[in-house]
């Protein structure tokens, strides 16, 4: 069985993202414990400012490739299509 190769921009995401794993489940605990709220708020920040890392580097990803490849392709339609689906995105979440 072949085993997939995983490039290490993607390597270092998934790492990201598993901490932030680690970090709910923590929060988890510490609402079971009944813990003090500050001390959970302040584990809820630390988690959004790692997710807000981790979506700035999908991002970037996405603008060296996706957007990219439209750019060099001269297709005036799939870079619409790209520049739409970002302000699609954002206006969705309020980014």
Do not use: W
């Not at 299509?81 to 979440?93: A, M, R, T």
């Amino acid at each position: 069985m072949k085993k997939h190769h995983v490039h290490e921009p993607n390597k270092q995401l998934l790492d990201r993202l598993n901490r932030i794993e680690g970090q709910v489940r923590g929060i988890a605990r510490m609402v079971e414990e009944d813990r003090y709220c500050i001390d959970i708020l302040t584990q809820m920040q630390a988690i959004k400012s790692a997710l807000r890392k981790v979506e700035e580097q999908v991002l970037k990803d996405h603008a060296a490739h996706c957007v990219a490849d439209a750019i060099k392709s001269g297709n005036a339609k799939d870079q619409t299509e790209k520049f739409n689906e970002l302000v699609e995105l954002f206006g969705k979440y309020g980014n």
